[in-house]
């Protein structure tokens, strides 16, 4: 175990190299960036594959052993067969002195064309000062969405190589090319290759951001995503509304009638049994949200609404994490262009979604949903026909932020930005969290580097300048910390 003082004078000598090698690092993404591998669109999936093909050139030349899974092909909806992109199955060290440290990460990327509305062409890594003069920002589809947070790792570790120093962890890299489009394929390749995990202590994620623009933060957990389908079916045509308004069963009032039934104007869900599972509020986990930097003013502001459900900081965030919501998507079949229609739809499907948070068990979710809409809709004697179905559920995430790596990557962070990070949780769905939890019941961790206003997804993507180095010290400051602590 090294002596504190030896720690920072080696971590002083990797900090020296990355600031020394910040234009090699920035012409690295630039290099990335430039790759159009946007998985959505499919004439750009021989983009996706070059870009796999670079990536696992990248992993080779620090002397890691990379192996490319082929993972056959997927048929489109329009009948179109396409190659999906091998994933890169790749490691490094096998000192079995050392802790195992995985890795994931994406590089393929979201659909941009500069007349979507880009200050710059997308796919040219363009620095720029930000709002914020001292800030650098990098813009470029991809920049921190996720090829940024992937060069960065794999900085990190070249810089040990570079300096000379033994790898203070053994690590492996799993970096697929299909995320965007929904990680097809990747369950299964997990689930084939367990023993590429059987060493594994921690499996580290970095593609999400931080929740402020300036403040660190490390996430544990994100809720899932139940999504229903509402259908209520009188006849097999549209019926005029002059003609039989007033003597039928309109579907359309019944389904909105189901619909109102089950979120009051407070935002609580109506249908019975549904918060039973939830976990109650611990005070240690109250205390966590306490210290985080969240402006409620900024963010109101930002999505253009009038007022929240909440008042405070606390209930805004616990209500955006860690309880369950639900939200109305929309109604199929209901006449929805400009100017009247006095039409009676014949069939009309409702949807809507409920995100779910820990301990709620989907299959019992969807009986509550079931059970419920049947009992609200039985009380109309309606003689429609009623289908309520679940096409998709996605399962929550939730890690615990004692484990080592979590120690570790506080500790990293406290070292590289000065102070203690926020520890939050997502209100949307990461299914790669869970799905890496899941298949090798290993710790896994979410460790972001970007900022809150990167705009992954969106115009002007970017990772500032100062976010991309200093996380590239992060990452090498963690593999220290996680090196100490075993």
Request: charge should be negative; aromatic fraction near 8%.
């Amino acid at each position: 175990v090294m002596s504190s003082s030896s720690s920072s004078a080696l971590e002083m000598e990797i900090f020296q190299y990355i600031d020394a090698h910040q234009s090699d690092f920035i012409k690295g993404l630039k290099e990335w960036v430039a790759v159009e591998s946007d998985s959505v669109q499919p004439h750009l999936r021989k983009e996706v594959m070059r870009m796999m093909a670079l990536a696992a050139d990248r992993l080779a030349t620090l002397g890691a052993t990379v192996n490319l899974v082929n993972l056959g092909s997927h048929q489109l909806p329009d009948g179109q067969v396409l190659p999906l992109p091998s994933v890169i199955l790749g490691e490094l060290g096998k000192d079995p002195q050392n802790p195992t440290v995985c890795f994931y990460g994406h590089v393929d990327v979201q659909p941009a064309k500069k007349e979507d509305g880009w200050d710059t062409d997308p796919y040219t890594l363009t620095e720029m000062d930000g709002v914020h003069l001292l800030i650098r920002n990098l813009y470029g589809r991809g920049a921190t969405d996720n090829k940024g947070p992937v060069l960065a790792w794999i900085n990190a570790v070249e810089t040990f190589r570079a300096l000379n120093l033994a790898m203070p962890v053994n690590f492996k890299f799993v970096i697929e090319g299909m995320e965007e489009a929904g990680s097809l394929g990747l369950e299964k390749l997990l689930e084939e290759n367990q023993s590429f995990f059987s060493d594994v202590n921690y499996i580290v994620i970095s593609d999400n951001l931080w929740l402020s623009n300036k403040k660190p933060a490390l996430t544990y957990g994100s809720r899932g995503n139940a999504c229903f389908f509402v259908e209520v079916e009188c006849g097999s045509k549209d019926l005029h509304s002059g003609t039989f308004g007033g003597i039928i069963h309109e579907p359309l009032l019944d389904l909105i009638a189901l619909l109102d039934s089950l979120v009051d104007s407070t935002g609580h869900i109506q249908i019975p049994g549904i918060y039973d599972s939830v976990a109650a509020l611990t005070e240690e986990e109250k205390k966590l949200y306490e210290s985080i930097e969240f402006d409620l003013e900024e963010h109101r502001s930002n999505c253009g609404v009038k007022k929240f459900l909440y008042g405070t900081k606390e209930e805004i965030l616990l209500h955006l994490w860690r309880y369950p919501s639900l939200s109305i998507h929309g109604i199929e079949g209901a006449f929805h262009e400009p100017g009247i229609k006095t039409v009676i739809p014949a069939k009309v499907i409702g949807k809507f979604s409920i995100r779910q948070v820990p301990h709620m068990d989907l299959s019992v979710v969807k009986k509550q949903v079931v059970d419920h809409l049947e009992g609200v809709f039985s009380k109309r004697k309606s003689p429609n026909k009623l289908k309520v179905s679940m096409p998709l559920g996605a399962k929550p995430w939730l890690a615990d932020v004692n484990d080592l790596q979590y120690k570790a990557a506080r500790r990293a962070i406290k070292t590289v930005f000065g102070e203690d990070p926020d520890f939050i949780r997502d209100g949307s769905t990461i299914p790669v969290a869970r799905m890496f939890q899941t298949v090798t019941q290993k710790s896994v961790m979410m460790l972001p580097i970007g900022a809150a206003d990167d705009g992954e997804h969106s115009q002007n993507e970017k990772i500032s300048r100062h976010n991309y180095i200093e996380g590239t010290k992060l990452f090498a400051a963690f593999f220290l910390e996680i090196s100490k602590l075993h």
